[in-house]
């Protein structure tokens, strides 16, 4: 069973950065692809951006060119810069994982670390 931790939410100031951190555990190898979406209140949860083992990568283009995914697969870890935030980008934050490109079936989910962008 894989395990997914986020980490690195919390309140921002318009125009400013953050960095979310996803830790993956009980697997055997880093999940094929990871990535993030985000959900806010009211509204249905959008990807924001995923990435393969092979670093291959998709965003949304909500947040093309604000934001930034990565993975260390020595940390097992997938991390996702935050650039120019506006209170729209208020969401929980969630980490997923799951195989098969274009990473579209998710299997594995963290609960979420939320972000708070305020003007």
């Known amino acids: 069973q894989v395990q997914l931790m986020e980490s690195g939410g919390g309140s921002v100031q318009s125009g400013g950065s953050l960095r979310l951190s996803c830790v993956a555990s009980?697997?055997?190898?880093?999940?094929?692809?990871v990535g993030w979406f985000r959900q806010a209140s009211g509204k249905e949860r959008e990807r924001i951006a995923v990435?393969?083992?092979?670093?291959?990568?998709i965003y949304s283009d909500s947040m093309a060119g604000r934001s930034n995914i990565s993975r260390d697969n020595t940390k097992n870890t997938v991390y996702l810069q935050l650039f120019n935030l506006n209170a729209d980008d208020t969401a929980i934050y969630y980490c997923a994982a799951g195989g098969g490109w274009p990473c579209d079936r998710m299997t594995y989910w963290g609960q979420g670390t939320p972000v708070t962008v305020s003007s």
């Open positions: 990435i393969d083992s092979s670093r291959r990568t």
């Open positions: 009980g697997y055997i190898y880093f999940p094929y692809c």
